[in-house]
């Protein structure tokens, strides 16, 4: 067999792409970006994907019909959602038929994945089994190649591309990869090509794009981690060359070692044996009864939620229609983030002259940040913007924090031996301690030590420029960002004397996906430099000069007040302090109790979720425990992050203000009125949908299959490389999302309530191709409240559509505390005095 043999039928480019469109995009955990995990099927409708997703690779796309009847027999799906969508769907005519097909109809749907089908052949006739024969090398391989600093030794000839360091190192090591000496002269000689190995391991053209598939989708993780490094190598800090082709060239070449180590020199390729060839992996999934079924159960489920929901905000709107106007206390901007909502909430329930906005928490402020001891750049703004502008950490340089037992010297021979007679102990009496008394220490990811308080930023520009990044901002270029800010959550006047800019972060230990916890807008870091950029742009006087032409006056007495708040603690950090007059350090004093407050409230609410907590206990020794909790080593959920995520709402805070929604929303702040022609409303769309839709469904299709789409159980994951996460040594590497981050999550899609007109809503999500896609086939649901006339439409079929919830009565409560001590389920939308 001529391995350099070019098949003309078979094309290579094409074959990469379309592994590239499927393969998970999740990227190294430093830049850990929640994104829609079936993204290459979003071109679909949303039941057409989970249908077609389900049919090639097998797996788990919603919920099972015995969990969606579970759900109805606990009260979680309603009859009358039921009935409503099967009337809409398949008409009355028709009810009786899939009311019986959804609760009581028995589907035999074992139909197997494609996906395997070809390659499973070795297994079938031959009984190699090339997985465990293959994968362990392979991923050691990749894994010493990629890594960013956590093996003891590095990768020898890393500077060069992953396939020549492999032949360097096979051409000039005392030891081989190979067990055949023909394998071994193949791939010494250099003399390949895809084409030409496939035809050695395959032999019929016509299957070498599903072998190829089956292969890959073997380990989706490793070579969807491989993909997005080779499209974006500035991923990793530490650069690496590589590439999907290197990948599948080199376990084509172990594939044909085990084969031929197994069965000699007389072996044929598989396709010698494959009399009845498979159907083709992307042939049309064809629709069925039992899919339709499942797509009803989920909608129903949906709109269960949905349905109150709309009838809250309608009946809010209609009180809060002519606002009284009354002297702010303070305001506070803070990121949309959904753990943000019930922390506003409190906020207002403690001062009711107080005003709270959402933004998503790179405040509009896009650049790199260099911190005092920082090696690398670190992006601080959403992860598919790329900055031009740096700033920089100015100050005296930090001293560390280590633990001694954390130390090379621990790998040598001698003084690791020493270190383990002597630290070693130390080290296992202070983790029995810490089982009963967790402390903060220097392995915590501590969110308030992404910057440090008291340093100096580069913020304005003064003609540095760094690795063609420009240092600092110019004036212009600052008046540009805060106005699109001021205006976008429309605080354009009535401007109170503290405004208070609110980044989050979040500490924890013992965290692989610690970047998941922090700010998404952030690329998975802290906003902390960010609030303090943003407030310090808004504070110069120039600035002010130029915004003022613009329409925007803010007063000489007004001062913006960068800050950090800790969601796993509920502790809040604030920032330059010192700089504040007398007058505003006062005002500053009296809202700190406030805001300490509200931080021991959230936690009590939070603590509902968690089952080690009381949520009876008083909110000081609740909060005492969740700052312990923190920092617990035997803590696998230090907070829930998004879980239970189900809305976005963007519109004027007077829409959702004494409305308790749970924790369950993004909050995006927007005002109509300044927005006739829907120009803001379109950033802020471009930004929303992408972001807090891609967080929903991360979640959702990490929740419905935790073990493909999601990350397993977070208890036995090893750190590979510092870049992801796998089960042992030789597993795939987890994409998606721990069990302990998804295990309350109810899996629905995103509901997008936007308070504008039907008609400027549905122009704006039209004028870019991209956002319409996710609104077009339905991976977010919109929603819209008439800002004049409260009137509800919703987005169906490429039309606005008039809609009336049921009129349900929502219950109204006073006693928020006692109401988050009910229990850990789902609660319903109640009024609350704010």
């Known amino acids: 067999m001529n391995s350099n043999h070019h098949m003309a039928g078979f094309d290579e480019q094409h074959l990469l792409h379309l592994l590239q469109h499927y393969l998970p995009a999740q990227a190294p955990l430093k830049d850990f970006v929640h994104h829609n995990t079936l993204h290459g099927f979003q071109h679909l409708s949303f039941p057409d994907a989970l249908r077609t997703a389900r049919t090639i690779f097998g797996y788990k796309t919603s919920l099972s019909l015995d969990e969606y009847r579970i759900f109805y027999s606990e009260g979680k799906i309603s009859e009358s959602a039921i009935y409503q969508t099967i009337i809409k769907d398949k008409g009355e005519n028709y009810l009786e038929f899939w009311l019986e097909n959804l609760k009581n109809k028995n589907f035999d749907n074992d139909t197997e994945a494609r996906i395997g089908a070809v390659r499973n052949h070795w297994k079938e006739v031959y009984q190699i089994d090339l997985d465990s024969m293959v994968q362990p090398i392979l991923f050691r391989l990749l894994c010493s190649y990629l890594d960013q600093g956590i093996a003891i030794w590095r990768f020898p000839l890393e500077k060069k591309g992953f396939l020549e360091s492999v032949y360097e190192l096979e051409k000039n090591g005392l030891f081989s990869i190979f067990k055949t000496d023909r394998i071994r002269k193949l791939f010494l000689s250099k003399e390949f090509s895809l084409s030409g190995l496939l035809e050695m391991l395959v032999g019929d053209e016509s299957l070498y794009e599903q072998y190829i598939f089956d292969q890959q989708f073997s380990h989706q993780g490793w070579s969807g981690m491989v993909s ?15 590439s999907l082709l290197d990948l ?16 000699g020199k007389k072996w044929k390729s598989i396709g010698k044996s494959i009399i009845h060839k498979p159907i083709s992996l992307f042939s049309e999934v064809p629709q069925t009864e039992y899919f339709e079924t499942l797509n009803l159960w989920q909608k129903a489920f949906e709109w ?26 303070f305001q506070a901007m803070f990121c ?50 790329t900055p031009k502008f740096l700033i920089k950490e100015e100050g005296k340089e930090r001293k560390m924090e280590v633990d001694a037992h954390f130390s090379k010297h621990s790998h040598n021979f001698i003084s690791g031996w020493l270190i383990a007679q002597t630290l070693g102990f130390w080290s296992a009496f202070k983790l029995f301690l810490n089982i009963f008394k967790p402390s903060m220490g220097p392995m915590v990811s501590h969110s308030f030590k992404h910057m440090d308080s008291g340093s100096k930023l580069s913020i304005e520009h003064v003609g540095e420029f ?54 998404g807008a952030c690329s998975g870091r802290a906003g902390s430099v960010n609030a303090r950029v943003f407030s310090t742009m808004a504070n110069k006087t120039e600035v002010r000069d130029q915004l003022a032409l613009r329409g925007i006056i803010i007063p000489d007495e007004t001062r913006f007040v960068g800050a950090l708040r800790d969601t796993t603690r509920d502790e809040i950090m604030f920032y330059d302090i010192d700089t504040l007059d007398h007058n505003h350090q006062t005002l500053h004093k009296n809202n700190l109790t406030k805001f300490e407050e509200a931080s021991k409230r959230n936690s009590k609410e939070r603590s509902r979720r968690f089952e080690s907590i009381n949520t009876d206990l008083s909110i000081d020794d609740i909060h005492k425990k969740i700052l312990q909790r923190s920092v617990s080593l035997f803590e696998p959920r230090p907070e829930l992050n998004h879980a239970t995520n189900a809305l976005c709402i963007v519109g004027k805070r007077e829409l959702t203000k004494g409305i308790f929604l749970d924790r369950r929303s993004f909050l995006n702040s927007y005002d109509a009125k300044i927005d006739p022609e829907g120009n803001r409303l379109l950033g802020i769309l471009n930004a929303a949908v992408p972001v807090c839709g891609g967080i929903n469904l991360e979640y959702y299709f ?26 042992g040594i030789d597993g795939d590497l987890r994409p998606g999302l721990p069990n302990q981050m998804i295990e309350v999550h109810d899996p629905i899609r995103l509901l997008m309530v936007i308070e504008q007109k039907a008609e400027v809503v549905l122009d704006v999500i039209k004028r870019n191709p991209a956002t319409y896609q996710w609104i077009e086939n339905g991976w977010v649901l919109i929603a819209t409240i008439d800002p004049v006339n409260c009137s509800i439409s919703i987005f169906e079929n490429g039309e606005m559509v008039e809609y009336t919830p049921q009129d349900t009565k929502i219950e109204q409560i006073t006693d928020l505390g006692s109401l988050v001590e009910s229990g850990m389920e789902n609660l319903e939308i109640y009024k609350y005095e704010a």
């Open 466 to 519: 760094e690795n063609d990044l420009q240092v600092g901002f110019k004036i212009e270029e600052m008046v540009n960002r805060v106005e699109n800010v001021l205006k976008s959550i429309g605080l354009v006047k009535d401007f109170a004397p503290l405004i208070y800019v609110v980044g989050h972060g979040a500490s924890s230990i013992n965290n692989p996906h610690y970047a998941a916890y922090d700010c």
């Open 702 to 727: 990490s929740r419905v299959d935790n073990q493909k789409l999601g990350a397993g159980s977070k208890l036995p994951h090893n750190v590979m490389g510092l870049f992801g996460v796998a089960n």
């Open 248 to 263: 599948i060239k080199l376990e084509c070449f172990l594939e044909l070692d085990a084969i031929e180590s197994r069965m």
């Open 336 to 385: 949309i983030d959904d753990r943000e909502c019930s922390y506003r909430r409190y906020l207002e329930v403690l001062d009711s002259k107080c005003e709270t906005f959402g933004t998503p928490g790179f405040f509009g402020v896009e650049f790199f940040f260099k911190p005092i001891e920082g090696k690398f750049y670190t992006k601080v703004c959403p992860a598919p913007v």
């Open 304 to 329: 269960t939620y949905y349905e109150p929901v709309l009838h809250g905000l309608q009946e809010n709107k209609r009180e809060y229609q002519t606002p009284q106007a009354f002297q702010k206390s």
């Open 228 to 242: 997005v490094i080779e499209t974006l190598p500035e991923t990793l800090l530490e650069t690496r060359n590589i």
